[in-house]
């Protein structure tokens, strides 16, 4: 990575204190693809056309910028939901008649939905299918470095739905994207003519946003769901995902053959957070932290 010149470090003031195992889960556990470690340990990521540092530091969240693309600080706490909504609904979750709920939360304190780009998560989750999280990364890499337009060093933003809709087989087939070339192409040339289609979804209802984003190519339940949580804050979607089948499973004792009705228990069981808790037990289903069904 290119040497970037940065502001000195600052703490980010958060209404609850984030722990270096939290941060790490946050930033590369499957809400986005774009944060990177460097040689020291910490976490440099793009935000926008801002280019970001993190850190934990004696129980803070530490923060720096680059000179050339300076994030704000008003950004930033939006994007770590600084002023702790999310930990007012962790706390109406039902914790502390759920056991398994109760133990996934003790394993990863403080973990939020961050405030994601839509756009990016759309992109994001488009490369999904049926993909590991450090292959999503590659492949997302891959689209900014082939096709993005450069913030600061070699660090690029993801290409527009303009570019995308145009982009030539040998572009998109230079991203090892597979099959998934065509479900972004394919979605680039929906969006390109609605540039406003951030603003026109985030007016939809959180079904009708899920709907409305299943008649995207390449955007089925699952996609659709995770977009939902982590590109429009919809905290009360519940994306089932293998991760949740077998957390639901084993520690719930569910039997159900089709995803839908996981969904629908999530979403009954646990609420209008039902994304969080979905969060804290997926990331505790990837650390085998999971209590067992009783």
């Given at each position: 990575?290119?040497?970037?010149?940065?502001?000195?470090?600052?703490?980010?003031p958060?209404?609850?204190?984030?722990?270096?195992?939290?941060?790490?889960?946050?930033?590369?556990?499957?809400?986005?693809?774009?944060?990177?470690k460097?040689?020291?340990?910490?976490?440099?990521?793009?935000?926008?056309?801002?280019?970001?540092?993190l850190?934990?530091?004696?129980?803070?969240?530490?923060?720096?910028?680059?000179?050339?693309?300076?994030?704000?600080?008003?950004?930033?706490?939006?994007?770590?939901?600084?002023?702790?909504?999310?930990?007012?609904?962790?706390?109406?979750?039902?914790?502390?008649?759920?056991?398994?709920?109760?133990?996934?939360l003790?394993?990863?304190?403080?973990l939020?939905?961050?405030?994601?780009?839509?756009?990016?998560?759309?992109?994001?989750?488009?490369?999904?299918?049926?993909?590991?999280?450090?292959?999503i990364?590659?492949?997302?890499?891959?689209?900014?470095?082939?096709?993005?337009?450069p913030?600061?060093?070699?660090?690029?933003?993801?290409?527009?739905?303009?570019?995308?809709?145009?982009?030539?087989?040998?572009?998109?087939?230079?991203?090892?994207?597979?099959?998934?070339?065509?479900?972004?192409?394919?979605?680039?040339?929906?969006?390109?003519?609605?540039?406003?289609?951030?603003?026109?979804?985030?007016?939809?209802?959180?079904?009708?946003?899920?709907?409305?984003?299943?008649?995207?190519?390449?955007?089925?339940?699952?996609?659709?769901a995770?977009?939902?949580?982590?590109?429009?804050?919809?905290?009360?979607?519940?994306?089932?995902?293998?991760?949740?089948?077998?957390?639901?499973?084993?520690?719930?004792?569910?039997?159900?053959?089709?995803?839908?009705?996981?969904e629908?228990?999530?979403?009954?069981?646990?609420?209008?957070?039902?994304?969080?808790?979905?969060?804290?037990?997926f990331?505790?289903?990837?650390?085998?932290?999971?209590?067992?069904?009783?």
């Amino acid at each position: 990575m290119t040497t970037l010149s940065w502001t000195e470090w600052r703490t980010l003031p958060l209404s609850h204190p984030v722990a270096e195992k939290t941060l790490a889960e946050q930033l590369d556990g499957g809400q986005s693809f774009r944060w990177e470690k460097d040689k020291d340990g910490d976490w440099i990521g793009p935000l926008g056309n801002s280019i970001v540092g993190l850190r934990c530091a004696k129980n803070n969240l530490e923060w720096r910028t680059c000179f050339s693309a300076v994030c704000k600080e008003d950004f930033l706490s939006s994007y770590f939901d600084a002023q702790g909504r999310q930990a007012m609904l962790v706390d109406h979750l039902p914790w502390r008649s759920d056991p398994v709920l109760h133990r996934a939360l003790k394993n990863f304190p403080g973990l939020r939905i961050l405030k994601h780009d839509p756009h990016e998560t759309l992109i994001g989750f488009l490369c999904s299918s049926n993909k590991r999280i450090l292959q999503i990364r590659q492949m997302v890499a891959n689209l900014a470095n082939q096709l993005g337009e450069p913030i600061a060093g070699s660090i690029n933003q993801l290409p527009s739905w303009s570019v995308l809709a145009q982009a030539t087989d040998a572009e998109l087939k230079a991203c090892a994207l597979g099959y998934r070339a065509n479900f972004i192409r394919n979605t680039a040339r929906v969006l390109e003519s609605q540039p406003d289609w951030v603003g026109e979804f985030q007016k939809l209802s959180t079904p009708d946003l899920i709907e409305k984003l299943q008649t995207l190519p390449g955007v089925g339940p699952k996609v659709a769901a995770c977009v939902a949580l982590f590109g429009f804050q919809r905290l009360e979607s519940f994306p089932v995902d293998t991760w949740i089948v077998q957390a639901l499973s084993s520690a719930y004792g569910l039997n159900y053959k089709r995803p839908v009705d996981f969904e629908t228990f999530g979403r009954i069981h646990f609420g209008s957070a039902a994304g969080l808790a979905q969060q804290y037990l997926f990331a505790s289903a990837r650390a085998g932290q999971l209590l067992p069904s009783a």
